[in-house]
């Protein structure tokens, strides 16, 4: 049964920095490209970046560029996103996912999730 659990979430001040697990079981990280998404509240959920389980190429958001990071440990069963310089604007549920098709057109990333989800963890980030 595959399953995905976010932890890492938390209130942080604004140009903080936190770091999400997804940890995976049921499955390796490289069985399948892994993203991460977040949701407002009344929002349509976004992507925010993925790692491609063939060659762990990297995609990321254009408002994350450059900030957040996203990694794999295969003997840990994780997957990370490692979020600097925090805004209050990043607040959200954020979510990893499995089966992710990541693409670049131009510098626009595209993330379709087709797999399982994790149950979110709520990062705040608020003076």
């Known amino acids: 049964q595959v399953q995905l659990v976010e932890s890492g979430g938390g209130l942080v001040q604004p140009g903080g920095s936190l770091r999400l697990s997804c940890t995976l079981a049921?499955?390796?990280?490289?069985?399948?490209?892994i993203g991460w998404f977040r949701q407002v509240p009344g929002t349509e959920r976004e992507g925010i970046s993925c790692?491609?389980?063939?060659?762990?190429?990297?995609y990321y958001a254009e408002f994350v560029k450059g900030r957040f990071t996203i990694s794999r440990d295969n003997a840990k069963n994780t997957v990370y996103l490692q979020m600097n310089s925090l805004k209050p604007e990043d607040t959200a549920v954020y979510y990893c996912?499995?089966?992710?098709?990541?693409?670049?057109?131009?510098?626009?990333?595209?993330?379709?999730?087709?797999?399982?989800w994790g149950q979110g963890t709520q990062v705040t980030v608020s003076s």
């Open positions: 996912a499995t089966k992710v098709v990541c693409s670049y057109r131009g510098n626009h990333a595209y993330f379709r999730p087709y797999g399982s």
């Open positions: 049921g499955f390796m990280p490289n069985d399948y490209a």
């Open positions: 790692i491609a389980n063939y060659d762990s190429s990297t």
